[in-house]
């Protein structure tokens, strides 16, 4: 039996709060009474600049019950630097940390297995994973897993169908507090650590309340972050294909010296214009991907710092420990 703390990142989560709130501390006080984990186990909601009440339900949520922790980023810092900083604040104080996201898609049922496979198999590291996607639109489901599909090919050690719901020791805490990148994709990185890993299958719900915080265009830009942050191989694959259309250009080229000296050569302006556009367009996509991975180089050269904690309000000697003032 060891301390736990759940780690969940708040954007604009007003609206669910609540009774994110309610589910997680019946499920901490049944583990408590049976002995699963210890009674300073904590829930630390960290507000990554949220627009409404967040961080007020937050404060309010303490005071009522010192169950309840609260890390205030100093503005929107985005999901995997506010969980990266509400990890890395758990990390001195706690024996194993699980993430989760607040909106209740994640199974608060499932966090009694992985403390299961921590307390009895030492697992280090515990992934929860969907054991389906029936409740996704088709448009969901075929992107989700095409992704999964596609970043695994690019290099990418991913578990399939897993985001960030997870369990991490203290030990694994620390061995991610060594991975300096500011391009922060965790779903690639946690895998590199290593350790004892295991899984656990749960059934992802739907949003209790409020909009998603991933429309379309933030999944696509995030999907293209988890794979120039983790691969090289789109720009192994660029050289490749300038290789192939090297080789094609050469063929082409003996083709036409052969069409013209038996005089065969036929004027003609659409092959010209389709090769015109053919090349240039894979021009201006390998420089779009080249692009890509100088502008993270560049970000990471800089080293800015991944998050910032205006306030944390907690234990006394939580906060004492962690070196953030108490102040809201």
């Not at 994110?20 to 507000?47: C, Q």
């Not at 404060?59 to 100093?74: D, I, T």
């Not at 063929?251 to 015109?276: D, E």
Request: charged share 25%; hydrophobic share 40%.
């Amino acid at each position: 039996m060891g301390r736990l703390f759940c780690v969940i990142p708040c954007y604009n989560e007003q609206e669910v709060l609540p009774e994110t709130s309610a589910r997680i501390l019946a499920k901490f006080k049944d583990l408590i009474s049976r002995g699963k984990i210890s009674e300073d186990s904590r829930v630390l909601f960290v507000n990554d600049g949220s627009k409404d009440s967040t961080w007020d339900i937050i404060c309010r949520l303490h005071e009522e019950n010192p169950l309840f922790q609260g890390l205030n980023l100093s503005k929107n810092m985005g999901h995997q630097n506010a969980l990266l900083a509400g990890l890395m604040t758990a990390a001195d104080l706690c024996d194993a940390a699980i993430s989760m996201d607040a909106d209740l898609q994640d199974d608060i049922n499932a966090i009694e297995a992985m403390v299961d496979k921590f307390n009895n198999e030492d697992c280090d590291v515990v992934y929860g994973v969907r054991s389906a996607r029936a409740k996704d639109s088709f448009f969901k489901r075929a992107t989700a897993e095409g992704f999964y599909k596609l970043i695994n090919r690019l290099g990418a050690n991913t578990v399939y169908n897993h985001a960030d719901y997870r369990l991490m020791s203290r030990r694994a805490l620390m061995a991610l507090s060594q991975f300096g990148e500011v391009n922060l994709f965790l779903r690639g990185i946690v895998p590199m650590i290593g350790f004892k890993s295991d899984v656990v299958y749960y059934e992802r719900a739907e949003r209790f309340a409020g909009e998603s915080k991933y429309p379309l265009g933030k999944m696509i830009s995030f999907a293209i972050e988890g794979v120039t942050s983790l691969s090289i191989k789109p720009i192994k694959m660029i050289t490749s294909l300038g290789f192939f259309i090297f080789f094609v250009s050469i063929i082409v080229l003996i083709y036409s010296l052969v069409r013209h000296y038996t005089g065969h050569t036929i004027p003609g302006w659409t092959t010209t214009v389709l090769s015109v556009w053919a090349i240039g367009g894979l021009i201006m996509i390998s420089l779009g991907i080249i692009g890509e991975y100088i502008g993270k180089i560049y970000l990471e050269t800089k080293s800015r710092p991944r998050f910032i904690i205006e306030s944390y309000v907690g234990d006394e000697e939580d906060v004492e420990n962690s070196g953030y003032s108490c102040k809201r």
